[in-house]
């Protein structure tokens, strides 16, 4: 049984820290996959965002569902930003490379402010939702003042 338990151990770690080993096999690749992050995140943001100005009726259970997927999508685009992925089809500020800390912190913000719209949205409180994603979206904002070209 002690095998067992840790092999399966073993097999969860691996699969946990399968994300960050992946290695994208050129700066393409690299770039199409933190485009493909934030272009989720940002479809079910727009999604939640139609519900607070009221464009569409609010639906607790779609802007859980939304705010779940903003949040987890909010995790992912980061490991994109390698070296050499500065270039070619993308809208990446050269500052994200010099100003490693600082956009860590504002990715890290993101998705702290993410965390707060994904517990909002659970409680199916508009007033809620709609105070958590005037967050999110400022901070949206701050990154794409600083580091995204327009």
Known sequence: MKVFASIAA?????SLSAPALAQFQKPEDA???????????GTHFGRIGAMVNGRVPYDAAA???SA???QTMSALPWEGFVAGTDKGDTR???EIWTE???FKEGAEKLQAET??????????????????FGAVGQSCKACHD???KD
């Open 100 to 102: 490693q800390a600082k």
């Open 10 to 14: 073993a097999a969860l770690i691996t």
């Open 115 to 132: 965390a707060k719209l994904a517990a909002a949205a659970k409680t199916g409180n508009l007033d809620a939702v709609k105070a958590a």
């Open 31 to 41: 770039v199409k996959y933190r485009k493909a992050a934030l272009t989720v995140m």
């Open 68 to 70: 779940a997927i903003v």
């Open 146 to 148: 600083a580091y995204r």
């Open 92 to 94: 990446a500020e050269p």
């Open 63 to 65: 802007a859980a569902n």
